[in-house]
C-alpha cells in the first residue's frame, strides 16, 4: 500500500513510521526541514522522503505531481504557535493537505486529533476542530481519532506529569486539575492509526479514542507518584486561576509558556470518550494507565525513546533556516575559541563525551551556574534546562538539548553543533569538534554570539568573565584532563 505520511518526524509520526515499514507498506515521508529528519539507517533506506511546507500551497503541484497513495495520514499539528495565529495556520496547513491528497488521488485520508465533544471548547481544541471540518469537507473518504492525554516516553502529557510529580512533593494546585480524562497508551494509538488502513468500515467516520480509565488530572498525578514509589500530597483550590495556572505550569515543567497556557485552557473541559463504536471495528486490549507508565519508563531506562514533543523546533528556531546555520556565521559576532591537545588512542572517547553533553550528564562544569541561567530563562519566559535530552546515549540533529537545539551531528567528522533557545538579545551557537593531523589531535570549541543592538553587545560583555572559566574548565573535563 501507498502511503504518504505528514508530520513523519513529529512525535506520532516517528512512532507509525516503523510499523508501516514493517508492515511492508511503501511509505513517503513530508518534512520541512530534511536535515531534522534522522530515523533509523536501516528506516532511512525503505522510505522516500519529500521535503514541503504546507503552509506554502503554491509548491504543491512542484513536489506531489504525478505522484499516487492510497492513504494519507495528517499528523501536523500547531501547538507552539500563539493563539492568534493557531486557527489561521490550522486551516491553511489543512487546506494545503486536502489539495496535496486530491492531486495524490487518495482514497482514505487519516487525521488524529483530540476529543472536542464539550461545548465550551479550548482555543487549542478549537483549532483541531476546524481540520477536522477541512477534513471532513474534502469529499475525500476520512477516519478520525480523537484523542484525550497519550501516554508514552517522550509525549508532553507524560513529561509533564513526570515534572509536576519528580519535582514537587506537595502541590496546592487549581480546580482543573479535578477535570477528567480518558488517557490512552500510545501502543493503542498506533494501533488504531495501523489498523484502520483502507478498512472501509471506518470511512467518514470521527472516532473518540481513550484506555480503561477515567481519571481526574489528579489522580493521574497520584498515580503516577504510586508507580514510581513517590509520596505525594496535593491540595485543590476552589477557583481557575488560568493565566497563573499556565505560569506554575511553565515554571515547574519543560512546557514554554505558549504550550502550558493552551494546555491550562484545554483542562478545563472533561476529556472523555462519549462513543465506543471503534471497540467493535478494531478490537484491541486496552493498557490501563498504571501500565502505560511502566511501559514508557522501560524504554526510558533502556535509552529506547523513539520520538519526544521536544523534537519539534521552538518557535525561536522555526524562523530560522536551519540549513544556513550548519556553517555558524561569522560576520558581526563574537566569538570565545578554546582548544587543548588530545590523545589520538583517546579520540573515540573525548567524541562521546561532547556527543553525550546536557541532560543527566550535565555540562562538566559549574553545573549549578548552568541551572541558574535555565532559572533565569525561564523566569523571562524561555524554555530553561527542563527539556534534558531524550536519550542519553543517541543524539540527532532537531533533538532538543536542555536550552539548547542540535543542529549538526557529525559521528564521522566529531562535530557537533548546538543552537540556544535561551532568551537572549541575539544568537548564540555553541560547536565541538576534533580536528587530527599527522602530529597533533586537538579538541576544539567555539562558542558564536550575533548580538542584537547595543542590549546585545552589553550581554555579550557581561558574560564574557564567565564565558571564560566556564568554557575552559568544561574543554578540559571533556578531554578527560580534570
Not at 508530520?7 to 514493517?22: D, H, K, Q
Not at 480509565?213 to 509520596?231: H, I, N, P, W
Not at 591537545?341 to 553525550?356: H, L, Q, T
Request: proline fraction near 4%; aromatic fraction near 12%; charged fraction near 25%.
Amino acid at each position: 500500500m501507498r502511503i504518504l505520511l505528514t508530520g513523519a518526524n513529529g512525535y506520532i509520526g516517528m512512532r507509525l513510521l516503523p510499523v508501516l515499514v514493517e508492515a511492508g507498506h511503501d511509505v513517503t515521508c513530508v518534512v520541512r526541514d530534511r536535515n531534522r529528519f534522522q530515523p533509523s539507517p536501516d528506516l532511512l533506506n525503505k522510505i522516500n522522503i519529500i521535503e514541503f511546507d504546507f503552509l506554502h500551497p503554491e509548491n504543491a503541484l512542484q513536489h506531489f505531481n504525478k505522484k499516487y497513495f492510497d492513504v494519507a495520514y495528517y499528523l501536523i499539528h500547531s501547538l507552539g504557535d500563539t493563539s492568534t495565529t493557531l486557527k489561521e495556520y490550522e486551516i491553511r496547513s489543512a487546506g494545503c493537505f486536502v489539495l496535496v491528497a486530491t492531486l495524490t488521488q487518495v482514497k482514505q485520508i487519516v487525521y488524529l486529533s483530540g476529543i472536542s465533544n464539550e461545548k465550551n471548547l479550548s482555543k487549542h481544541l478549537l483549532a483541531r476542530k476546524v481540520v477536522k471540518d477541512v477534513l471532513i469537507r474534502s469529499g475525500i473518504a476520512y477516519t478520525i481519532f480523537e484523542a484525550g492525554i497519550i501516554v508514552g516516553s517522550g509525549s508532553i502529557s507524560f513529561e509533564i506529569i513526570r515534572d509536576l510529580t519528580e519535582k514537587l512533593p506537595v502541590m496546592i494546585v487549581p480546580r482543573w486539575l479535578n477535570s477528567r480524562c480518558q488517557p490512552i497508551a500510545i501502543r493503542n494509538v498506533i494501533n488504531y492509526l495501523h489498523r484502520c488502513l483502507l478498512n472501509e468500515k471506518t470511512f467518514f467516520k470521527t472516532f473518540e479514542i481513550g484506555g480503561p480509565d477515567v481519571l481526574t488530572y489528579k489522580q493521574m498525578l497520584l498515580e503516577f507518584a504510586s508507580v514510581r514509589g513517590y509520596k505525594r500530597y496535593i491540595l485543590s483550590l476552589p477557583v481557575l486561576f488560568p493565566g497563573l495556572s499556565a505560569y506554575w505550569l511553565y515554571l515547574t515543567t519543560s512546557a514554554n509558556f505558549t504550550i502550558a497556557r493552551q494546555l491550562v485552557q484545554s483542562m478545563k473541559n472533561d476529556v472523555i470518550c462519549k462513543e465506543h463504536t471503534i471497540h467493535e471495528i478494531i478490537p484491541q486490549e486496552l493498557i490501563p494507565y498504571r501500565e502505560a507508565i511502566k511501559m514508557a519508563f522501560l524504554k526510558i531506562e533502556q535509552n529506547m525513546v523513539v520520538s519526544s514533543w521536544t523534537d519539534a523546533a521552538s518557535s525561536s528556531l522555526s524562523r530560522l533556516d536551519v540549513n544556513q546555520y550548519v556553517e555558524v556565521p561569522v560576520n558581526g559576532c563574537y566569538k570565545v575559541r578554546k582548544w587543548i591537545e588530545i590523545d589520538k588512542d583517546k579520540v573515540e572517547e573525548v567524541a562521546s563525551r561532547f556527543f553525550g553533553i546536557g541532560g543527566n550528564q550535565g555540562w562538566y562544569y559549574a553545573d549549578k551556574l548552568w541551572r541558574i541561567r535555565g532559572l533565569m530563562d525561564k523566569l523571562v519566559g524561555g524554555v530553561g534546562l527542563g527539556r534534558g535530552r531524550r536519550s542519553d546515549v543517541d543524539i540527532q540533529p532537531g533533538d532538543a538539548l536542555d536550552f539548547w537545539r542540535v543542529l549538526l551531528v557529525d559521528r564521522k567528522n566529531y562535530r557537533l553543533l548546538l543552537f540556544a533557545e535561551m532568551k537572549m538579545p541575539g544568537e548564540a551557537w555553541l560547536e565541538f569538534s576534533i580536528v587530527k593531523n599527522e602530529n597533533r589531535c586537538l579538541l576544539k570549541q567555539i562558542a558564536t554570539f550575533r548580538p542584537r543592538g547595543i542590549l546585545g553587545r552589553n550581554y555579550w560583555y557581561l558574560m564574557l568573565p564567565f564565558h571564560y572559566f566556564i568554557f575552559r574548565n568544561m574543554l578540559k573535563r571533556i578531554a578527560g584532563k580534570k
